[in-house]
């Protein structure tokens, strides 16, 4: 006689082996959300009709169809689109490289202007004759993911031009309900833009208002909004399709762990990319893998466990040579505190490996003077997190007054 399984055991057991994060129920009809782009064309280009703009976007700014935004005001008799402006990974989304040149559309044959080059900024002379700038990218909900300082610099160079600036609404992808981490202490900096925190919780459209407000941009900015969005909402819960924010981004598991994995990036150990599993696995040639999978799973955080695993890159830190370290699976992504993920590494690396571990990069993206230095006096996570705690909720009533969802 065959014996069935729980389905509560069978779903456990899907979660240990994949890194996936709990199976959620497919997206109803209800649930299908509208991006700002969607809402936009849905109207007509009303708010941009008679406008000649420059579109701020790559790959991702198309609507719940893939139709690429692009393409959608191009062809729109409403809005005369007179430039493409490309960031970080350039305007298709497939470059990982420290530099984008400028270029020409091969389908509109529209110039493309880099705001990951020479300039991070758009120029007064690519701006001339415009009406409007429109900005269209999906970012993943994490302070250091530049997409929202190539919007927060745009802005400021729009505001000089006088030129309104639009903003198409995008889903924050890990939700909009949970902030974590210290909230940023050292100068404006690429992928430092603002003071916030590590994940922030808000979509691009209220970054944006938060960004006008508190930096006093002086210009004239409006928000196209998502509909049938909710805070509480993952993205695999929108009926949205999945397009990679960049090339190394490639699952939502992915972007959940990016806010914790991500800050160990800058320091000398590999987070998978030139893997199949980029910010999954994070590894060093000279990393013990069963003593620093031990380490990690004795600390206890829930909603998360650590495998030992070997892994060599084929790109990127470490390229061709064996890393040693861990894969990294989400068992409960509610449960997860994503950035407790990237403090506890340091802590471990930390410890484990004091004179390997090059503890100074790790502030690179962390942009915290006081948790840098606990970190190398080895304090407790407790006690890390105890000394955001009065900045993350002045953050949290900061924020109030920009949310735009509920």
């Not at 530099?99 to 002379?125: A, C, F, H, N």
């Not at 991500?262 to 999954?280: A, C, M, Q, Y």
């Not at 930390?350 to 003077?369: C, M």
Request: proline share 6%; hydrophobic share 40%; charged share 25%.
């Amino acid at each position: 006689m065959t014996r069935s399984f729980p389905r509560s055991a069978a779903l456990a057991a899907i979660a240990m082996v994949t890194a996936m994060t709990l199976i959620q129920p497919a997206p109803s009809a209800a649930a299908a959300v509208q991006n700002g782009i969607d809402a936009l064309a849905a109207r007509d280009f009303r708010e941009l009709r008679g406008s000649r703009v420059g579109l701020i976007t790559n790959h991702t700014g198309a609507d719940r169809q893939r139709n690429p935004t692009i393409d959608l005001l191009h062809e729109s008799s409403e809005v005369k689109l007179v430039a493409l402006f490309s960031p970080e990974h350039g305007i298709r989304g497939k470059l990982d490289q420290s530099r984008i040149d400028d270029g020409t559309d091969e389908k509109t044959g529209l110039p493309i202007y880099s705001l990951y080059g020479k300039t991070r900024v758009p120029l007064p002379q690519q701006m001339k004759g415009l009406d409007a700038m429109v900005f269209d990218i999906q970012d993943i909900g994490c302070r250091f993911y530049t997409y929202i300082s190539t919007m927060g610099g745009a802005m400021e160079a729009a505001a000089k031009e006088g030129l309104e600036f639009f903003v198409l609404d995008r889903v924050n992808p890990i939700g909009g309900v949970v902030v974590e981490g210290p909230v940023m202490t050292s100068k404006r900096d690429f992928v430092g833009w603002h003071p916030i925190p590590v994940r922030h919780g808000m979509t691009v459209g209220e970054l944006a208002k938060m960004f006008q407000s508190e930096l006093k941009i002086d210009g004239e900015l409006t928000v196209i909004a998502v509909k049938g969005w909710r805070r509480a909402m993952w993205f695999d819960e929108t009926g949205l399709p999945w397009i990679n924010p960049s090339p190394n981004m490639r699952s939502l598991a992915q972007a959940t762990l990016y806010p914790g994995v991500g800050l160990v990036e800058t320091t000398n150990v590999s987070v998978g990319r030139g893997t199949d599993t980029p910010f999954e696995v994070v590894g060093a040639p000279w990393i013990d893998d069963i003593e620093f999978a031990a380490a990690l799973n004795d600390a206890g955080l829930p909603g998360v466990r650590f495998v030992p695993i070997r892994f060599t890159p084929d790109a990127s830190k470490f390229k061709g040579e064996e890393c040693r370290g861990v894969n990294i699976f989400l068992t409960d992504r509610d449960a997860c505190p994503a950035v407790d993920i990237g403090i506890t590494l340091a802590l471990t690396l930390r410890k484990l490996h004091p004179n390997d571990w090059q503890v100074d990069k790790f502030y690179r993206l962390l942009k915290h003077d006081a948790t840098l230095e606990a970190v190398k006096r080895g304090d407790s996570l407790q006690a890390i997190k105890a000394s955001w705690r009065q900045d993350l909720k002045a953050f949290e009533r900061r924020r109030k007054m920009f949310l735009i969802y509920r």
